[in-house]
Every structure is written in C-alpha cells, then in structure tokens.
DNA sequence: GATTTATATTCCTTAACGGGAATTTATTTG
DNA sequence: CAAATAAATTCCCGTTAAGGAATATAAATC
C-alpha cells in the first residue's frame, strides 16, 4: 500500500474519529452514528472511503455491518496509528467520542459480545 | 494547528519528498528542483501549500529561498515527522532522493556552510 | 538601468472530494 | 409477501486540489 494512501485517508475529521473509534475494537454503523452523531450517509461513505483503501474491513452480521481495523496491517499503516492515537488523546472531540462509546450498550457489536452469539434482530441503535 | 491539515500536507507524495528531505536540514529551492526532478512550478507550489499551513519556514537569502522545517514543531507534527521518516527509509524514491541530496554541491544551503557566510550571487544550481 | 538568476503567482483545465436528499439493497421478522 | 431496520448507492452541487504554460516579482550583477 502506499503511504500516501494513509495520509489521504486521515485527511478528514469524520474518518480520523472513525478510526480512533476502531482503535478500541469492532463497531457497527450505527454505532458510529450514535456516537459521532452524524448523518447516515456521511458516516457510511467515510466507511467504505476507508474501506476502498484498505484501513478497515468489514463483514456483515445479520443485519449489521461490523468494521474493523485490518487483521494483518502494514507496520506502515501500524506506525500511524499509532501516532494518530498519541496525537488525539488531547482532543475535545476525540475525548468525548470515547467517553460516548463506552456508555454504549454494544449489544450488536462482537466488542462486548464475550463469546455468545449475538441475538440476531434485536434492535440496535 | 489542527491535526487534518498536518496530514492533508502529507498526502501528496511530492510533498512528503520535500518533507524527507527538509529533515536532513534546511534547503534551498533550486537544490529541491535538482533533486526531485520536477518542474519548477511544482515545486514551489508544493512549498508555498507546506508554509501556508506551518509546515515549513522560509527565508530569503539573497537570491533563493532556504526552506527549513519550523524551529518550534507542535508536538503532533514532530511525532508525525518521526513516523514518516521511519516510514519512509525503505521506499526507493525516498532513498534516491536522500543520496541526490548528499551527492549535491550546496554551495547556497546553509546546510554545510559551516559558519562561513554565503558567497553572495554565485550561481547555484 | 538592462540582464540574469531564482522563485512566486496567475490563469486555465481536469479530477477528486465532501455533503445532503432521495432511492436502493440486504436482511430479519411477522 | 409486507413491513421494519441497517447500510450502501446514486445524483447533484460547491469546493479544493494538482498540474502546466506563461507571466510577474525580487535580488544581484554588469
């Protein structure tokens, strides 16, 4: 992957939120919207910007996508990342993200699922 | 200074070439030129984008322009100089710049003046 | 002051990006 | 199969960016 590639997604805000997001873990879409409190649309295009590139993966699960950071990640793509999460931790609105996901029930999300299966079809968000 | 515009700086690779070899030292504009093998305009651009959001510094000395990185980096832009230098020391272009660099005459880069000041409108490049 | 060297700026074209409204697709449930 | 939920895609618009040709500016030299 290029390196230039990793800069260009993390050139917007809404995709350096999602990612610092996902730096705790899988989330589902509309975990990213409950959080970030931005319109489907524009959440889900950043998504498969990020996608389209390489940064995230995603799989579906029953009715809801999960993204997920990559498996395998280029020490690249790591070293940024981890830079990114050092440089974010300051930051009101990187802050309050995460004070918002954790007050979230993750009922959806392989995050806090422990194992058991995830009940399919109970609501989400 | 806001973390996007630091990495919407490093999304273009002519830039992030500049960016490489700005860590090395400061350098003047037609050493760039000589080195990168661009256009003229290109180069300068690219310059002009860097300084207007406080990537780089410039001065005029004489005749050119030393273009240096900032004296006091925020700490968000020094870590992401570090991490793209470490990124970037195995990409052959990146390293066919940096031995360019060294093979280079910088006569008008404060670079290896070694205290003695610049002789005044000999020719650079 | 005319010329040369170094660099920046303007103008133009083309492509990419970001955002929103509306629609579509996929899946599950009743 | 109809309805509900979750997510992606399409269409449209305004903005930004990248590149190059040509021109302008700045400083030094003759």
């Not at 390196?3 to 050139?11: D, G, K, M, P, T």
């Not at 498996?71 to 930051?91: F, G, I, M, T």
């Amino acid at each position: 992957m290029e390196l230039v590639q990793i800069y260009q997604c993390l050139c917007d805000v809404t995709r350096l939120r999602l990612l610092n997001l996902l730096l705790q873990g899988p989330l589902c879409v509309c975990h990213f919207q409950t959080i970030l409190r931005e319109p489907q649309v524009k959440i889900s295009k950043h998504l498969g910007y990020l996608k389209a590139r390489g940064l995230v993966e995603a799989k579906r699960e029953g009715n809801w996508m999960i993204y997920q950071l990559p498996v395998k990640s280029s020490p690249e793509l790591k070293a940024n990342l981890a830079c990114l999460q050092d440089c974010v931790n300051e930051r009101p609105i990187f802050k309050s993200d995460l004070t918002r996901l954790r007050k979230l029930d993750l009922s959806c999300s392989p995050l806090n699922a422990d194992g058991q299966p995830v009940p399919r079809g109970s609501r989400c968000c």
